[in-house]
């Protein structure tokens, strides 16, 4: 064995190949669940970017093995997307981190892979190739069918062929083989699809499961959200990698350009006053900055006084589509959602917004129920550490709210930002920074008041109702038997008093209640 | 043709008494209909209005020697929510017991509680149609006995004294109450009669059932010309109702025996001085009749067996020192006498001087005491 052999560079498929726990394909159940997740959002994502209503289906289906643990399945995805260019659709879907992203954008995927890795994993797992169809609209549709390299990170393309495109439909179809333990993970991709009608209610999902049942989450608007923008980093979110990234391939030659064309907010004052605080010429060529110089830059960044980052970037779903999500999937008796004024924490902008919901199909569970979304992503899993969590379980004092834990109550969280705050490598569940963790906590608060107002009515209508069935039980009987007792014939009309019942409230009922009889 | 000439006046004679009562009964009740139809019919709230039956309105009285109500009165509303169902029920009992004296049927208080559910009128509980029943008797003015609702509890009498019934098929026929010799039971057909014949010069109530037996077989009743009544621990209204109108229709003086401890001794003193509980009637009590015993000193005097009071029998002694009823010289004594001697005897402690001991040698001496 060489000592080549021994320090053999991996690729970054090999790489994410031996470490697909961190990609969320753990195992066969986990990985079933990632791949729709992964392969939703990319849809999501490319309709969205041009404010097209996405219109996505999704098939699942069993093709070989056992289906009450891992087997083999099919997945299919369609999507009326922007398309791919025909000339990326290779390297898009069988190269691992294609297209190096140096600007920050809020999108879904969690990891940049999206699609690749499930992919990947389908094809290592299956020994098959997969099938993609995609347009961006023009009059032909190309088709490839290739496998991924994984040793060298390179598609190999075994077919591409054309289709006419009169319609000029525009999207992506993706068919792969893969194996999975699809009835373990099936709650969870129901919930999933579910969680994402919420947060996208302009978009119409449809799913058919390996028994050939049919899920169908119909949009309830065509209003949609501005696509999210692409931006700058901001100083104070750059670490070493970015900037040695940045530096690479910036066409800059001096450092004051380069930090004028690179970052977030910094114009000419900004970057003068900056370069001097480091002690770095402003002419100086990035490309000649020696690897103490990009540290000391980095750490310097942390500290300087920039100008905080702007949430222009950020594509909140905003109050309405909110509620109109809820409203679509739960039919609450009451809803309400809230948007914070965007927020930043290190460097990063973020939003909260909060909805809040009661009765309607959410069922009373024994506290309150907690739907946590991130870039509108659901995050089903570790509920418990989440910074949400944390807020609606342990900050708030429900009773102050008129709410208890019978009740069937739910609270959303959205957190958007460029760069949401998760935990762990897992990205399930979002840290209590305090910056984040008292925003949510102001939004759910606002919620919780509005709920409350919402719920004193309730208790107040009840009150009403029950006094009227009383008033109506009663006084027809009080009115039969009088009539009988003064042997009279006819009884008189209560209509009119009972009319005045509502009106008329609680006026009386103190009055005469020195009453009770001790003996 | 002479009987039905007799059993014509004697029926004239009967309704003059019972008849009466029972017309004053049902226009109450239909006084009542009025009020709250002509309320409705004018588009008002229905409302009742009674004396407070609350501790603060009941005042002992010490010209009728018996607890009445005061002056504050409560308004029953429909207009209140809280009052609303009480009311309905009030008026829903009206009615029931209105059909029942026209029909001359009795009832219960159980039966009350049960009819009402027939009528979607359900009480929670028995306590809540008897607290029904008791307003109505507040409103009304009247006992229940006196709209036909008994209580299911049952004490006999025994002696000589002719009866006349005015129930229902039995109009007009006598019984002489010494006819049978367990001594007849005072229901609803015994309250209603009418007393045709009484040759007894006196009352004796007893608590005990063993002893009121006692009596008849040692022939009291003829001994001591007296009418014997059983109470059966404290006596029914209907009883104490009995005894009171044989002490006034018939001018029959009253001797109270009980056993001898707080219990017994209150026993006589609600036949005395009537109930709390009652204070919204009239009528129940006979404040001239006499306790004749088991006193404390006779527990001593007679070197009764006996037993040590308990804690909750010494606490119903002071109670009772407070209790305005037990303001005459003999309560007062006694209870001193109880507080002293620390003990309690039954009425058959007498048994161990022989069983003819206390109708011999006792009961003499005691009446005479008595006068």
Redesign the interface.
């Known amino acids: 064995m060489s000592l080549q052999e021994v320090f053999q560079e991996i690729s970054a498929a090999d790489f994410f190949y031996r470490n697909r726990d961190i990609a969320g394909f753990t195992n066969p159940t986990r990985a079933i669940y990632s791949t729709i997740r992964e392969l939703v959002e990319n849809s999501l994502d490319a309709a969205e970017t041009r404010q097209i209503p996405p219109d996505i289906y999704v098939r699942v289906s069993h093709e070989s093995g056992a289906t009450d643990g891992p087997g083999t399945y099919r997945i299919r995805i369609e999507d009326n997307g922007i398309g791919i260019p025909h000339d990326i659709i290779p390297s898009a879907f069988g190269q691992v981190l294609f297209g190096s992203k140096y600007k920050l954008r809020q999108t879904r995927g969690t990891f940049g892979l999206g699609g690749k890795m499930a992919i990947l994993y389908g094809q290592i797992t299956t020994h098959s190739q997969a099938t993609i169809m995609s347009s961006t609209g023009p009059t032909k549709i190309h088709e490839y069918q290739l496998t991924i390299d994984i040793q060298k990170n390179k598609p190999i393309i075994l077919k591409h062929k054309t289709h006419p495109n009169e319609a000029r439909w525009h999207g992506t179809v993706i068919d792969f083989q893969t194996e999975a333990d699809y009835t373990r993970a099936m709650p969870k991709i129901l919930d999933y699809l579910q969680q994402t009608a919420i947060v996208a209610p302009y978009a119409n999902i449809t799913y058919v499961d390996p028994r050939g049942r049919l899920y169908r989450f119909e949009r309830a608007t065509e209003q949609m959200p501005k696509a999210p923008q692409e931006t700058l980093p901001h100083p104070y979110g750059v670490d070493v990698e970015t900037m040695k990234r940045l530096i690479e391939l910036t066409k800059e030659r001096t450092m004051l350009g380069f930090m004028k064309t690179h970052f977030h907010r910094v114009g000419r004052t900004i970057a003068t006053g900056f370069l001097q605080q480091v002690g770095l010429a402003p002419r100086k060529n990035p490309k000649k900055l020696t690897p103490e110089e990009i540290v000391q830059i980095v750490t310097a960044m942390k500290s300087y006084k920039f100008l905080a980052p702007d949430a222009s970037c950020l594509s909140p779903l905003g109050e309405e589509l909110l509620e109109a999500g809820i409203t679509k999937e739960l039919s609450p008796e009451f809803v309400t959602a809230y948007q914070r004024k965007p927020s930043a924490y290190a460097g990063f902008p973020f939003i909260v917004e909060v909805g809040i919901a009661y009765g309607g199909k959410i069922e009373p569970q024994g506290g309150i129920r907690l739907y946590r979304f991130a870039n509108k992503i659901p995050l089903l899993f570790d509920e418990a550490s989440d910074v949400s969590w944390k807020v609606v379980n342990t900050e708030m004092d429900w009773r102050h709210y008129k709410a208890s834990p019978d009740m069937p109550i739910a609270v959303f969280v959205h957190i958007c930002s460029t760069k949401v705050p998760y935990k762990t490598v897992g990205k399930e569940f979002i840290a209590d920074r305090p910056d984040v963790e008292r925003e949510v906590l102001n939004a759910v608060r606002e919620v919780a008041r509005r709920l409350s107002l919402f719920l004193s009515k309730k208790i107040h209508m009840a009150h009403d109702r029950h006094?009227l069935d009383?008033?109506q039980k009663?006084?027809p009987?009080?009115?039969e038997?009088?009539?009988?007792?003064?042997?009279?014939a006819e009884s008189?009309d209560?209509a009119?008093?009972l009319k005045s019942v509502l009106k008329h409230e609680k006026a009386?009922?103190s009055?005469?209640?020195?009453?009770?009889?001790?003996? | 043709m002479k009987k039905p000439k007799k059993a014509k006046t004697t029926k004239t004679k009967t309704s003059s008494r019972v008849e009466q009562k029972k017309r004053a009964v049902l226009s109450t009740l239909k006084s009542l209909g009025e009020q709250l139809y002509s309320q409705l019919s004018q588009k008002q709230w229905p409302s009742v209005r009674m004396p407070s039956r609350s501790i603060a309105n009941i005042h002992y009285d010490q010209n009728t020697r018996q607890y009445v109500l005061g002056d504050r009165f409560v308004k029953r509303s429909a207009r209140n929510i809280r009052h609303i169902r009480p009311l309905t029920q009030l008026v829903w009992t009206g009615s029931f017991v209105d059909e029942l004296a026209r029909e001359g049927k009795t009832s219960t208080l159980r039966d009350v509680f049960y009819s009402a559910q027939a009528y979607d009128m359900s009480f929670a509980d028995q306590a809540e149609s008897d607290d029904i029943i008791t307003d109505l008797e507040t409103v009304l003015e009247h006992a229940r006995e006196d709209f036909n609702v008994f209580p299911e509890e049952r004490s006999a009498i025994f002696g000589d004294l002719t009866i006349e019934y005015t129930v229902p098929g039995y109009e007009g026929r006598k019984l002489n109450l010494a006819s049978h010799p367990d001594g007849m039971m005072i229901g609803p057909a015994l309250t209603n009669a009418e007393f045709a014949e009484c040759k007894a010069n006196k009352i004796i109530a007893i608590e005990k059932g063993g002893l009121f037996t006692r009596f008849i077989e040692e022939r009291v009743h003829e001994k001591y010309k007296a009418l014997l009544i059983h109470t059966a621990g404290q006596a029914p209204r209907a009883t104490r109702a009995l005894i009171r109108r044989m002490s006034q229709e018939l001018g029959l003086p009253v001797y109270i025996f009980c056993d001898a401890d707080p219990w017994g001794m209150h026993i006589a003193n609600v036949i005395i001085s009537g109930s709390a509980n009652a204070a919204h009637l009239r009528e129940l009590n006979t404040p001239d009749a006499k306790w004749a015993g088991v006193y404390a000193s006779d527990i001593v005097d007679y070197k009764l067996p006996s037993d040590p009071l308990t804690d909750l029998d010494i606490k119903r002694l002071y109670e009772l020192q407070k209790d305005p009823r037990y303001d005459g010289k003999l309560w007062k004594r006694e209870i001193d006498a109880f507080l002293k001697v620390k003990r309690k005897s039954e009425q058959e402690a007498f048994s161990r001087y022989g069983l003819a001991f206390i109708v011999d040698k006792y009961l003499p001496a005691r009446l005479k005491q008595l006068g």
């Open positions: 006094r009383v008033f009663y006084l009987k009080v009115a038997f009088s009539t009988k007792l003064a042997q009279k008189p209560v009119p008093l009386e009922e009055e005469d209640d020195q009453d009770e009889n001790v003996e």
